[in-house]
């Protein structure tokens, strides 16, 4: 069953009970959408979009953050709307010149949200005429990200409508009200792979923890590393930084940096600051390299002191390549041949799931490009597996990076199956149309909640899926999980808080769904899948409709 419109394509929107719902709650009013991964919300967009052009007409503007993510929008809102006037801006794509006149010509204009903030405030043309603005990855309204100026703007059109999209929108209530409050936005419709209407669509995930041991040589190196870091660190607490932390972590060091160089930019003249600076940037460079060994492998670790010694122009890079222990774990590094066994795992892992299913689509993500390399080589020695690397634009010395076009090509060749798995950075976390994909493989954990969740999301869209965490023992692995999953919790507790009890402040959608931390997923799932089996199998009777039978139309909930 399909929902129509005189402005949808016939077949192109599937009816799903929980995009209905939110699409006529947010033609009512300013409104964010709170959608995990892959559930449609540029979906809900689209009828969104029909509907207010269908009553009100003016201009639709619809923001991204990226160019491949404008691009891919442009491209869905094409297929899924019958209207022929869609404008898509890029700096790169699009001279100032030519995005006045486009903006005048076109109906719906997507565009990144710097484009737009610098056309705003050259005057090249206003808001006055746009009826509905749709901020995509709505999260990213803080501080000075242009979602938030571009918003101001808007807030002066009178009956505007704003519609915010995310499927992370933090882990605390007081952020979630932050995107609101800069995005002018006055309800939110949160659902969860727990709410009745959403549960019918969700496909099941398996999340398998593979654990490792790390070599005896990385544990080696630890040493080495960690008698530098802690020398650095007593070096700034004599200084007077990094007060009260008996274990100083990665955030509490950029602090400290940032702490030093504020002083320094206001004027205070104290040599010693120059000392904290230098003792910071040793620290930070010890603790990296101490990841790499303990979480990457040695190949990582050694063309991170290969990089340094290429390029060292700092003193702190010259202090931290003279440092005995230092020298003594490059010697230690470059003298082995011993892998980080993740290597290995990870290609167990993916010829299996080729050998189970020979037609499977895989990501696998790392954190460092080094990785990714490494990984992309060693995947490609497997038969019949035809890997690609998937990184960002910036390029560093000669590790070159990916423009927008080539990564959106890379996305279209996995999508045909010319490309069978990609080693993606986390470019490939955020937002981008990858196609179904049948595994997941994390070569480590992340802290955040976010990249977490959008990670993955990459898989169990359309069926089920997969995703495999490979975890090395007694490190900072171990810690990022657990912190990760800390967060999303929370980030689940805050979404039923602001259901519950921020009703006063903010509209708040239903259905409200039984509280996350009160369910057993597994059992609620099972559950709520048998209720909608049994409604299926005897439904209600539907209102008459002038269209063909079994459709849905705007006007039923319009």
């Known amino acids: 069953m399909h929902v129509t419109h005189e402005l949808l394509r016939r077949g192109a929107v599937e009816e799903r009970a929980y995009q209905v719902n939110i699409a006529k709650a947010c033609l009512g009013r300013p409104t964010l959408v709170v959608l995990p991964t892959g559930m449609g919300k540029t979906v809900v967009a689209a009828m969104v979009i029909a509907e207010t052009l269908r009553r009100k007409g003016g201009r639709i503007l619809f923001l991204a953050p990226t160019k491949p993510l404008v691009e891919q929008h442009a491209a869905s809102l094409r297929d899924i709307l019958i209207v022929d006037r869609i404008a898509l801006f890029t700096g790169e794509a699009t001279s100032p010149e030519e995005r006045e006149l486009l903006w005048r010509e076109n109906k719906i204009v997507v565009s990144t949200p710097q484009v737009i903030r610098n056309d705003l405030r050259a005057e090249r043309f206003t808001l006055e005429d746009v009826s509905l603005i749709v901020f995509d990855e709505a999260h990213r309204a803080v501080g000075d990200y242009a979602y938030v100026d571009v918003a101001r703007a808007y807030k002066a059109v009178p009956g505007r409508l704003a519609l915010g999209m995310t499927a992370s929108p933090g882990s605390s209530a007081e952020k979630i009200l932050e995107v609101c409050s800069n995005l002018g936005i006055t309800a939110v ?203 960002g634009q910036s390029t560093r010395g000669e590790d070159v990076g990916l423009s927008q076009k080539e990564q959106v090509e890379i996305l279209e060749r996995f999508r045909r199956g010319e490309v069978n798995v990609i080693v993606a950075t986390s470019i490939g976390e955020e937002g981008l149309d990858i196609p179904q994909v049948d595994l997941v493989v994390f070569y480590e954990p992340v802290p955040s909640e976010i990249r977490t969740i959008q990670r993955r999301g990459r898989t169990g869209r359309s069926a089920a899926g997969r995703v495999v965490m490979l975890v090395t023992k007694d490190t900072r692995d171990e810690a990022y999980l657990y912190s990760a999953r800390r967060k999303e919790r929370k980030m689940h507790q805050e979404l039923d808080r602001l259901r519950r009890e921020l009703k006063q402040r903010i509209l708040v959608g239903e259905p409200g769904g039984e509280a996350f931390m009160s369910a057993v997923p597994e059992a609620r799932l099972e559950a709520l899948r048998q209720e909608a089996a049994s409604q299926d199998e005897a439904p209600e009777p539907r209102k008459p409709s002038s269209d063909r039978k079994g459709q849905t139309t705007f006007e039923d909930y319009a």
Do not use: C
Request: proline letters at 4%.
């Open 189 to 391: 419709e949160i659902r969860t792979e727990y709410d009745a209407d959403v549960v019918p669509y969700v496909h099941g995930l398996a999340i398998q923890r593979v654990a490792v041991d790390a070599p005896d040589v990385a544990k080696d190196l630890r040493a080495l590393l960690r008698t530098v870091f802690d020398e650095q660190v007593e070096r700034l607490k004599k200084a007077g930084f990094l007060q009260g932390k008996p274990r100083p972590t990665l955030k509490d060091l950029l602090a400290a940096g940032d702490e030093a160089r504020k002083a320094l930019d206001a004027g205070q003249k104290d040599g010693r600051l120059y000392g904290v600076i230098t003792a910071q940037a040793i620290a930070m460079k010890a603790n990296h390299a101490i990841g790499l060994a303990e979480t990457q492998g040695l190949g990582a670790l050694r063309s991170f002191f290969d990089r340094i010694e290429a390029d060292a122009r700092s003193k702190a890079d010259v202090q931290f390549l003279k440092h005995a222990k230092v020298q003594e774990a490059m010697k230690v590094a470059r003298g082995t041949s011993d892998e980080h066994p993740k290597i290995n795992k990870t290609l167990w892992v993916v010829r299996e799931q080729f050998l189970a299913k020979p037609d499977s689509k895989i990501i696998v993500f790392t954190h460092y490009r080094d990785t990714a390399d490494r990984m992309t080589q060693e995947i490609a020695k497997l038969p019949g597996i035809r890997p690609v690397r998937f990184v």
